[in-house]
């Protein structure tokens, strides 16, 4: 393993780990989300220049436009409970309740 794939996959597993384990308020959970994603993006790139083929060239942009559009959704949802609830701490959430 090259230091370069150590480096972005450790640095997906630091988010997941961030993910799985510091769960106490949304905007954390979505910095964490975003950071595997860029991490993602990152390495799908890498691997799209080494393969030096125009087929795989489109598939960081695609990642990329998902990735905005996932953190879009996420400030949207976290604006809505921050209203709704007043904080943006997981615990206080019920998902079963509209």
């Known amino acids: 393993m090259t230091p370069v794939h150590f480096a972005f996959s450790s640095a997906f597993a630091l988010g997941l780990a961030g993910l799985a384990f510091h769960r106490y308020h ?39 436009a998902f990735s905005a559009c996932e953190a879009s959704a996420g400030l949207a949802l976290l604006v809505a409970t921050a209203r709704t609830h007043g904080t943006d701490r997981l615990q206080s959430l019920n998902l079963l309740q509209c």
């Open 26 to 64: 949304l905007l954390s959970a979505l910095l964490c989300l975003e950071g595997m994603m860029l991490s993602l993006f990152v390495a799908l790139s890498i691997w799209a220049l080494q393969l030096d083929s125009a087929g795989f060239s489109a598939s960081p942009l695609i990642l990329l």
